[in-house]
Structure formats: structure tokens, C-alpha cells
């Protein structure tokens, strides 16, 4: 019975929708409806694995004035735009009074991301503004709305109405404005920048100087001190013992001493405490009123990630402010842009945990002008031997087209629609990256073979042609990158951090993308000039163990297509010893042996004219 795809259960599209974060951000999601608030955390796994893992909580029941897909949307923009939860929390300890900045940096890094996902969801912006003119609605007397983070939150909800007079309110009104489309750091950046009207309100306040609860909270940290300030080691012995021996006003004194010092070196070093701090959880809110908000942000946690030097110190001049702003948008846009292009790839390809998309240094590449004329040709002498034989045929042709027209036009996105399975050729190009590709301009002939390939295909509907470039480092991880068209095959280059052979992962990687494709008959060419290697964890994997390991890829991906031709350039001087093992992988029929680049050019466009030929009936 066929599938009514139009009717998807809530449940449905909460999983598609996160499905399609989890495949740009190369990390596993799990929802969970729990009661309580709304959070999403990076989980830390036991087992070393190399995909991330985040946890959503949706609020169940809802929280009032929240939709739960609205909430989720919410929580997967703080994956999809890298909230830096986790470090910031641990920053702010140092600025003391943590828990009264973290609560205006969590009110500005919800206006960043939400700036983010609206940009061009037209949808979304619609549904984000309905929800936050919701929460506006709640905000009423009973709230303190001189405190910083209800001033931004008035603004951020739309009850500027309620704000006006607030002391400083153009600054609030200029942070919600200045935080918008930044980079990950942008709400940090801004905070830096209206850094001093908070401390101004601080003393306000508490009539103290800022810096005495500070140096409370600095005191109070469980950390390593001796690791951060080494110099600083008899100092700590000598407080040690007066603690001993229950001195505890010459210890307090001594502390608040040292305390001092401590600053003054991290002023001019931050990273000191930076890297080796521990992480201290934040303290739940101390006051009745929680601030409005679509997520818990205490309950959330990101990844370790080191915050830019800059960013740091509070000591800023208003022209350094400046320039931390304006650089924080720029990053910004260029963020948006790479998620965009993260979304947007395609596809509903889970990548295996062994494999990271890499993007590559870009190179011109350069067409073979030459080839392209001979391949035109063949095309045109195949279409016309075609013609005499496909015009009683051409009627199921056209139908197809329809139905897959249709089909296409009706999905909403990729992601919602079934396989697709057409007629046609699928061709994916493999090639090899590893270090030893540099030597006689190998990595640059192919890089001209495949840019050449694409031109020549450019017009014929039915040949779908991609590629994929990889090479692998010492822990088993494979760095791929997908050719999509002429403008990727630029990045047919070398990457030095992934110099390695992983022959197993170019296999099973470049089958996945044939299962992908359309084409009803399909072929991969793989071009290595390396024998396969193996790594994991620093090591080489045992020669027999790793030749299994290959051979397994090899069956799977034979699965997909029975069509794969290995092209392994061999240098004389290891002739035998290479050419006996490959075959003993791939099965002799299946390796062609060349001396260099230029013949593997030759031999694959042979290869390729010869399927063509072979499946022109699919073609036009
Ligand atoms: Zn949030």
C-alpha cells in the first residue's frame, strides 16, 4: 500500500528536522520529551568515539507560551551555530559575579542564533516572532526590569514599551542589534563591549567595588593553582601551612595577596587559566525570578572550545571594542555562509564516524581541451547510432521523466523524498590524495582529469559525474572530500594532515555516493598510486589484518555496483611486490597497472568511453 507522505506525525518531523542538522554538523541527535525546560547539551561519551552527540530536551508538557517545535528549532540552532556554552560559563568565573553575566550573555546568544535561522527561513522568522511576542506578553511589573538581563529581554521580546527609561536603555537597544548574524563569539563580543554599564550597575547595586565578590569566587575555585602559576608554588606551600595550623587571618591575607599576583599574571597571559581551569557548574539561579527564556541556558552544555585570545582580557579601549564588534560580523556572515553550504550539500548520506568532510586548500584547475573535443564526438556518434533505435521506445522514456518530474516537484526537500531510480550512467572518480600524489604532478594531472571529465559531461542529461578526493591520517581517519561539479574540482589537492592510504574508506565512501546517484548503471574508477594502509590510533594496522579489512569495503561496494576498476600507478622499483598484493585485494581483473598519471588519464577515459558505450541505450 502506498504511503500517504503528506501526513507526518509531529514525532516524524521532529526526527527529519533534526536528521538534517545531525547530517550538516556530522553529529548524532537524540530528542528526548522530558518534563522541566527545554536544553540541549553535547554529550560526553565513555567509549572514544569521534562523532559528536548532543541531547535534546523538549519541554513535555510545553512550556506556556513555547511551541515544542519552535523549542526544538531553538535548540538545534544552538548546534547548527555553535553556542559555546561550556567555555563562556567557565570564562565568566573569572570576571566573578558569573552567574549575573552569564544570564545577559544568554539572553544575547539566543538573539544571535535565532538571527542566524531566521535570515532565510521566511517561515521561521514568522513563527520566532509570534513566540517571542508571546513571552513579551508575560513580562509585567512584578519583573525587575532595571536588571541588565530583563532590559535586554524586554527588548529581545518586543516590550521596548516597558524599558524606555531604564538607565543605559539605547546601550541594551544597540547590544540586541550589535549581536545579530555574529560569529559563535559574537555574544561574548558583545558583552565585552557593554561590559562597564553592567559593573556600573554592580556597584550600583552592592555599593562594593565589583571586585570583591570577585575575588570570593576566584578564591573558591577547585583548581590547580600550582599547574597554572608553577612560580608561584612556595607561595601556596606557605598558605598551606598557616591553613594547617589555623591561622585564618594571616592565611586570608596571604591568600588575597597571592590572589592579586594571580591576576596580574593572567591579565597578560589569559590562556594560563584558560587551559587549565576546570570546569565548575554553574549555580542555579539564585533569585525567585528565573528570567523568561525559550531554554534553559545553564542546563546546556557545548563543547570545549579555546575562545580567542582577544576576547580574554576586559581591559578594551572603545576602538578595540569596535574592532571586536565589526570583526565578529564578519565572521558572522561567513559562518552563516558555511552552514548554508553544510545544509545545503544534500543528500541523506549518514557519514560514517571514521570520516570527516574535509574541505581542501583550492587549486586552478585547468581543462584538457583536447579531451573534451573527443569526448563531444563520441557523444554525438552514440546519440546518433541511438536515434534509429530509440524512437518506438522514446514514449516509456518521457513517462518516466514525468513521473520524476512530478515526484521532484511535489517533496518538499530531499530529505522527505523517496529514492528516485532513473536510467542513465553514474560515474564517481576516487582519487587517491595521499602524500606521495605530489611527486611528478600526479595530483595536479588529475585534478586537470577530473575538471576535464566535468566539462565534457555538461550537457548530457542522463551521465551523472562526481568525485571524491581522499587520503587518511595516523588515527584511522579518513579526510574526503566530495566533487560535486567543475567549481569543486578545485580542491583535487593534498592535504597534509591526511597523507595516508585508507584504500577501505575511499571504497565504502565513494559506494555510498554511487547508492546515492541515479544513474541505472553505475561505475567507479578509484586512481591510488599507493599500496592500501591502514592506521588507527597512531598505529599501522598489521599488513594481513588491514588486505581483510579492504576486502570487506570491496564486497560491499560491489553490492552497489559490480563495476569498479582500480588504476594503480606503481613505481618500477616496487613493480612486483605491489602488483601481487593489489591483485590479491581486488581480484586481478579488477586492477589496471600504469607508470604514471598520464596514463591513468588515458586509461580512465577509456574506461569510461567503453561503459558509455556499453550502456548507450540508457542515455538519450
Ligand atoms: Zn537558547
Request: charged fraction near 35%; charge should be neutral; include cysteine.
Amino acid at each position: 500500500m502506498a504511503r500517504d507522505k503528506t501526513v507526518l506525525s509531529e514525532k516524524e518531523l521532529f526526527e527529519k528536522t533534526a536528521d538534517m542538522i545531525e547530517f550538516a554538523m556530522d553529529a548524532k541527535i537524540e530528542i528526548q520529551y522530558g518534563k522541566g525546560e527545554n536544553w540541549v547539551r553535547l554529550e560526553k561519551d565513555k567509549e572514544e568515539t569521534i562523532t559528536k552527540k548532543f541531547l535534546i530536551n523538549i519541554a513535555t508538557p510545553a512550556v506556556k507560551g513555547i511551541g515544542q517545535y519552535t523549542a526544538l528549532l531553538h535548540e538545534l540552532a544552538h548546534i547548527l551555530y555553535e553556542s559555546p556554552f561550556t567555555p563562556i560559563q567557565k570564562l565568566l568565573k573569572e570576571w566573578g559575579h558569573a552567574d549575573f553575566y552569564f544570564d545577559i550573555y544568554n539572553v544575547l546568544e539566543d538573539a544571535r542564533i535565532e538571527s542566524h535561522l531566521t535570515q532565510n527561513y521566511i517561515a521561521y522568522k514568522k513563527r520566532f516572532e509570534k513566540t517571542l511576542r508571546d513571552l513579551g506578553k508575560k513580562i509585567d511589573e512584578s519583573i525587575d526590569l532595571e536588571k541588565p538581563a530583563n532590559t535586554l529581554l524586554s527588548i529581545r521580546f518586543m516590550r521596548e514599551d516597558l524599558v524606555k527609561d531604564v538607565k543605559h536603555y539605547q546601550v541594551f537597544r544597540k547590544a540586541i542589534e550589535d549581536v545579530k548574524r555574529t560569529d559563535k563569539f559574537g555574544a561574548l563580543r558583545v558583552l565585552l563591549s557593554i561590559k562597564k554599564y553592567l559593573d556600573e550597575y554592580i556597584k550600583d547595586e552592592s555599593g562594593d567595588e565589583p571586585n570583591s565578590q570577585e575575588n570570593e569566587e576566584w578564591k573558591n575555585e577547585e583548581w590547580n593553582r600550582t599547574k597554572v602559576f608553577p612560580e608561584l608554588a612556595e607561595q601556596y606551600d606557605a598558605i598551606d601551612e598557616l591553613r594547617k595550623v589555623g591561622n585564618t587571618r594571616e592565611w586570608c591575607k596571604k591568600f588575597e595577596e597571592v590572589i592579586e599576583v594571580e591576576k596580574e599574571i593572567v591579565k597578560l597571559e589569559p590562556w594560563r587559566s584558560q587551559n587549565y581551569k576546570k570546569t565548575v557548574e554553574a549555580k542555579p539561579f539564585k533569585e525567585e525570578q528565573k528570567p523568561l527564556s525559550i531554554d534553559n541556558a545553564e542546563k546546556s552544555k557545548s563543547e570545549e572550545c579555546l575562545i580567542p585570545l582577544e576576547l580574554t582580557k576586559t581591559d578594551l579601549s572603545d576602538a578595540q571594542i569596535d574592532a571586536l564588534l565589526e570583526d565578529g560580523k564578519i565572521k558572522g556572515a561567513r559562518e552563516f555562509q558555511q552552514v548554508c553550504e553544510k545544509l545545503h550539500r544534500g543528500g541523506t548520506l549518514n557519514i560514517p564516524k571514521n570520516i570527516r568532510m574535509l574541505q581542501r586548500e583550492k587549486q586552478k584547475s585547468t581543462i584538457n581541451q583536447k579531451i573534451v573535443k573527443d569526448l563531444t564526438k563520441f557523444f554525438k556518434r552514440l546519440k546518433m547510432q541511438k536515434k534509429t533505435i530509440i524512437c518506438d521506445t522514446g514514449y516509456d522514456i518521457d513517462l518516466e521523466e514525468y513521473i520524476k518530474n512530478f515526484v521532484k516537484g511535489t517533496e518538499l526537500n530531499k530529505i522527505f523524498s523517496e529514492d528516485v531510480k532513473d536510467v542513465g550512467v553514474s560515474m564517481v572518480l576516487s582519487i587517491d590524495a595521499s602524500s606521495s600524489m605530489r611527486r611528478y604532478d600526479r595530483i595536479d594531472i588529475a585534478r586537470e582529469l577530473t575538471a576535464t571529465i566535468f566539462e565534457s559531461v555538461k550537457g548530457v542529461s542522463k551521465i551523472e559525474m562526481r568525485g571524491n578526493v581522499w587520503g587518511g591520517n595516523e588515527y584511522g581517519i579518513a579526510g574526503i572530500t566530495e566533487i560535486k561539479n567543475q567549481k569543486d574540482t578545485e580542491m583535487v589537492t593534498v592535504d597534509d594532515e591526511y597523507r595516508t592510504t585508507p584504500t577501505h574508506s575511499a571504497l565504502e565512501y565513494s559506494g555510498r555516493m554511487l547508492k546515492e546517484m541515479k544513474g541505472g548503471k553505475k561505475l567507479l574508477i578509484v586512481i591510488t598510486d599507493g599500496y592500501p594502509n591502514g592506521f588507527s590510533k597512531g598505529k599501522r594496522i598489521q599488513t594481513e589484518h588491514y588486505e581483510k579489512v579492504c576486502k570487506k569495503a570491496l564486497q560491499k561496494t560491489l553490492r552497489i555496483t559490480p563495476h569498479i576498476v582500480i588504476i594503480q600507478i606503481v613505481q618500477k622499483y616496487l613493480q612486483g611486490w605491489v602488483e601481487e598484493k593489489s591483485e590479491r585485494i581486488f581480484g586481478a581483473e579488477r586492477v589496471i597497472f600504469v607508470d604514471g598519471m598520464e596514463s591513468a588519464t588515458q586509461q580512465s577515459i577509456n574506461l569510461f568511453k567503453n561503459f558509455l558505450k556499453k550502456n548507450s541505450k540508457n542515455l538519450f
